[in-house]
């Protein structure tokens, strides 16, 4: 017990408290759990709580595919999960794999490294997630990339030539912008340079080399028969993950990664198991 005798006491006292209040923070926000070392303080809306993250691949019902990391983040588990995928559905040379992924995924990285999969036929969602950029007619996902030409379009017809290399999030990268002249006397200026393009007087575009993919998945998700495959994909992995719910799954209750993994994996192969027997019932019925 601190006893508090002067004012010079008081001070220390609130001093101590700022210290434990502090300590207590960033606990709280490097998510140190004493009892599951392993597990991350993830956010979900505006809460956060002690998580791990599955993942899933369904086809027809079945689970093809499940793991567990500690990744916040799904755009790090497309590539493990779909290695995952070939190892569990081996195929022969002529054939391909329908594969479709959320906006969560559509990373330029990921769709690069998809493409170069000649067995894999993927459709992934290019919606944008954030709201602001969604909303502003200006953002980078308005501008067409000519890959011939090696230069951008704005919304208004500008061109953006290449200007020069740069780094982005340590990986090479390259830099387009207008000029001051196509700019300054543009109606749309003051909604598309801002930032830190407001200093240099004309838009810009960094662009992490995967321009080429994104433009590809982005023009092949318009298709209507592409729209007709990837709706299919809503019926096939958030039933099973309401399954889940259903059956009381709502927690993962043993312990580190070893152990979240292998309860997942059980809750996967029952719920294979009961669409097995779902299946049966069905064609008894219709015989």
Do not use: W
């Not at 290695?83 to 794999?97: R, S």
């Not at 007619?137 to 500008?158: I, L």
């Not at 006397?185 to 960094?206: H, M, S, W």
């Not at 580190?256 to 009961?274: D, M, P, Q, V, Y």
């Amino acid at each position: 017990m601190f006893k508090i005798e002067s004012i010079e006491d008081a001070d220390k006292a609130l001093n101590k408290a700022s210290k434990i209040n502090k300590t207590l923070e960033e606990v709280s926000t490097n998510s140190i759990n004493l009892t599951d070392p392993d597990s991350r303080l993830m956010k979900y809306g505006k809460n956060a709580f002690e998580s791990y993250n599955a993942q899933i691949i369904s086809n027809n019902g079945f689970i093809v595919a499940a793991d567990v990391s500690t990744s916040e983040n799904d755009q790090g588990q497309l590539e493990p999960m779909v290695e995952l995928l070939l190892e569990n559905v081996p195929l022969d040379d002529d054939k391909t794999l329908l594969f479709c992924a959320d906006a969560g995924y559509n990373k330029g990285k990921n769709l690069a490294s998809i493409e170069a999969k000649p067995e894999i036929d993927a459709y992934i969602s290019m919606h944008r997630r954030n709201k602001k950029e969604k909303e502003n007619e200006y953002s980078k996902n308005k501008f067409g990339y000519n890959e011939e030409n090696d230069e951008y379009t704005c919304p208004k017809g500008k061109i953006l030539e290449y200007l020069r290399d740069i780094t982005l999030k340590d990986q090479k990268g390259s830099l387009y912008g207008a000029t001051i002249e196509k700019c300054i006397f543009c109606p749309a200026k003051n909604q598309c340079v801002t930032g830190e393009d407001l200093r240099r007087g004309y838009r810009t575009i960094e662009d992490d080399a995967y321009a080429v993919f994104r433009n590809a998945m982005r023009a092949k998700m318009q298709l209507e028969e592409s729209k007709q495959i990837y709706r299919k994909r809503s019926g096939e992995v958030e039933p099973r993950f309401g399954n889940f719910k259903t059956r009381g799954m709502r927690y993962l209750r043993l312990r580190r990664l070893t152990g979240a993994k292998t309860e997942f994996f059980f809750a996967s192969i029952a719920s294979n198991l009961a669409r097995i027997i779902r299946l049966q019932r069905q064609s008894l019925k219709m015989a």
